[in-house]
C-alpha cells in the first residue's frame, strides 16, 4: 500500500495525457482511493466545484488550456480547497525515453 494512504482517502488526479490519468486512476482505485479525475487545470477547478474538497491534489505542471501555475493560483484562493495537500509533477516522465511498465512505475516516476 502507498505510504500516503493513511492520510489522503480522495484524491483528484489532473493530467492532460488521457492514458497516465486512466492507468494511475486504475492503480488508485484499486488502492481503496477515491479517484476524481481532470484533464487539465480548468477542467480540474470545474471537477473541484463539484465534489468535496479531496484530501489530495496530483497536478501535471505543463498542461494546456491552464497550466499547474495557473491552477495553483485560482486554487489557492478557493476557500474550501485552502488545506488540500498538493504534489506536483515538474515532468512527464521521471528519465526520457522511459516510460514505466507498471502502474507502481508510473507512480514512483510522477
Given amino acids: 500500500m502507498l505510504v500516503f494512504s493513511d492520510m489522503a482517502r480522495s484524491i ?4 492532460d495525457d488521457a492514458d497516465t490519468r486512466m492507468m494511475l486512476r486504475d492503480f488508485l482505485e484499486e488502492e481503496g482511493f477515491i479517484v476524481h479525475t481532470a484533464r487539465e487545470g480548468q477542467h480540474a477547478l470545474h471537477v473541484l466545484e463539484k465534489i468535496e474538497p479531496p484530501d489530495l491534489i496530483l497536478l501535471d505542471y505543463k498542461m494546456p488550456v491552464m497550466d ?3 491552477f495553483l493560483g485560482v486554487q ?3 476557500p ?3 488545506r488540500c495537500r498538493l504534489c506536483c509533477s515538474p515532468r512527464r516522465r521521471a528519465m526520457v525515453g522511459s516510460a514505466p511498465r507498471s502502474p507502481r512505475g508510473a507512480v514512483e516516476a510522477h
Fill in 12 to 15: 483528484l488526479l489532473v493530467d
Fill in 68 to 70: 499547474g501555475k495557473q
Fill in 76 to 78: 489557492r484562493r478557493m
Fill in 80 to 82: 474550501k480547497c485552502r
